[in-house]
Structure formats: C-alpha cells, structure tokens
C-alpha cells in the first residue's frame, strides 16, 4: 500500500537558519506529491507539489524536488521566518483521489 | 470566493450519542472527500465523493460511521453511538473533479473538532 514517512519532529531553528524537512514515500504506481501546512489555529493549506519526477515545487521559498530515484519529496527553505512556524504534513495522491498523509512535523522558528 | 466551510466547529456530546458533522465544499468542485486528524498524527481518509456517489468509502473506521452528499453539494459525516476513539478533528476537502488520474488540488475546510468524553 501507500505510505509517506517524515522526519520525526518537532524541529526548532533561528530565524534565517536553513530548512530541510525529509519526506519519503512508498507507492504504486506514479504518484503526484505534495507539501501541505497547518498554521496555528488555521485550517490545511497546499504549499506546493509535484506531478512527476524531476518537478521542482515552489512557493513562499519553500522548494521541494519529486525524485523518483531515492522516493523523496524533502522540503527545503533557505532562509527560515518566525512566520515559517507550522506543522508541515507530506503526502502522497495516487489515482483514486485519496490522499496520504506524512505524520507531520512540527516546526518552531525563534526570532 | 468562499472556500470549504465546516459546521459546527466544535462539538463536545457524550458517549453513545450521535453526532452530524457539516461540509460545503467549493462550489463548482464536483469531487469531496472526509478526512480524521486524531491528536498528534497524521490525516486518515475516511470517504470520497464524486458528485453524490462515493466510490471509495474504505477508510471508513466502522459502521457506525457514514456519509451523504446530495445536489453535489452539502455533504453529512454521521457518527452513530460515539465512542471516546471518536474523538478527533474531522476535515473536509473539495477538488474541483477528483478521479482516477486526475491531480486536482484538494482544498481543505477549518475542521470540526470533536470531542467525546
């Protein structure tokens, strides 16, 4: 079956630190992936995805690269804000149109 | 421009109660789909809609658990006798068509969080 594994958390930086939060997957088949973020108090928001291998997401300096090769999405942002501070969840569509979910990292930026 | 909405937002009731949970999704979207987010995890998928039908209903936890959707749109999660595992953050989504193959993104409500005690 289907299954995404993040980083165990939670994980605290400095502001302006950088960011890598590992995800990997196991899946049939050719799946869309993608990153999505929990603010505080706030309801699930898509921060990006990728369709196929090699895509590059992007979005608010956040980047994530679909490699098929090592079954990887890790989530990577060069320069962390106090703003930044969420739960990130990983997953994983195949056809079927459900998603599966990482367990979530918890990150805390500290001005 | 109204995204997915959820009702109630909070629901406490006790246990052996049932309980409806309230989901409108984006309108437009045809495709609709329930998640439960318990403390500390991850989402799990309880059930899809395509239009008012449900092709995939498997993550259903019991049948206790069910769901409706009419006219496409307003969508239902009951819970029949809750039972204190009940207790989680139940989230809706809506993509505008769903389906095999299709990469739609799934916009998600605020969540109703329940609590049984």
């Known amino acids: 079956g289907n299954s995404v594994t993040q980083m165990e958390g939670p994980v605290t930086l400095s502001e302006e630190a950088f960011l890598t939060i590992n995800c990997t997957y196991t899946a049939t088949g050719y799946p869309s992936l993608f990153w999505y973020v929990q603010y505080p108090g706030e309801g699930l928001q898509l921060l990006l995805k990728?369709?196929?291998?090699?895509d590059k997401g992007s979005n608010k300096g956040f980047e994530a690269t679909y490699r098929k090769e090592t079954t990887s999405f890790h989530l990577e942002k060069g320069s962390v804000q106090v703003s930044d501070s969420a739960v990130y969840f990983c997953?994983?569509?195949?056809?079927?149109?459900?998603?599966?979910f990482g367990e979530g990292t918890q990150l805390t930026v500290n001005p | 421009g109204a995204g997915v909405s959820q009702s109630p937002s909070n629901k406490v009731t006790e246990k052996g109660k049932d309980v409806e949970l309230r989901c409108d999704p984006i309108s437009g979207h045809t495709a609709l789909y329930w998640y439960r987010q318990r403390l500390g995890q991850g989402l799990e998928f309880l059930i899809y809609f395509q239009g008012n039908s449900a092709p995939d209903k498997s993550g259903l936890p019991s049948d206790r658990f069910s769901a409706e959707r009419t006219g496409e749109s307003v969508s239902t999660l009951t819970i029949q006798r809750t039972q204190q595992e009940d207790s989680a953050v139940y989230l809706c989504?809506?993509?505008?068509?769903?389906?095999?193959?299709?990469?739609?993104?799934?916009?998600f409500g605020p969540g109703t969080r329940l609590t049984v005690l």
């Open positions: 990728a369709t196929k291998a090699d």
């Open positions: 997953a994983l569509l195949t056809s079927g149109s459900r998603l599966t």
């Open positions: 989504a809506s993509s505008l068509e769903g389906g095999s193959g299709s990469t739609d993104t799934q916009y």
